[in-house]
Nanobody, 115 residues
Framework: QVQLVESGGGLVQTGGSLRLSCAAS????????MGWYRQAPGKERELVAG???????NYADSVKGRFTISRDNAKNTVYLQMNSMKPEDTAVYYC?????????WGQGTQVTVSS
């Protein structure tokens, strides 16, 4: 059974930084592509960053140049470093496998950026 546990969210001012972590179990993490997703109030969940098993990354245009996704296969953990944050980054952030498995969604972690 896949289990994904996100942490690291919080309240930050515009221009600030946060680092999210996602600990994975129940999968062969080292061969799994992983993604960070977010869902803002009243909006659909969207993919913001992805990383392949080999470390290749891609980003949504809205976060390119500000967010960095990385992984530590020894710790079965994927990270999202968020810099130069904006109020529009406010959302619940989730990690999941790429492509996302519907039953694997965790609780997410709330990120709020104040203006």
């Amino acid at each position: 059974q896949v289990q994904l546990v996100e942490s690291g969210g919080g309240l930050v001012q515009t221009g600030g930084s946060l680092r999210l972590s996602c600990a994975a179990s129940g999968i062969i993490f080292s061969i799994s592509a992983m993604g960070w997703y977010r869902q803002a109030p009243g909006k659909e969940r969207e993919l913001v960053a992805g990383i392949t098993s080999g470390g290749s990354t891609n980003y949504a245009d809205s976060v390119k140049g500000r967010f960095t996704i990385s992984r530590d296969n020894a710790k079965n953990t994927v990270y999202l470093q968020m810099n130069s944050m904006k109020p529009e980054d406010t959302a619940v952030y989730y990690c999941n496998i790429l492509p996302a498995r519907p039953r694997a969604w965790g609780q997410g972690t709330q990120v709020t950026v104040s203006s």
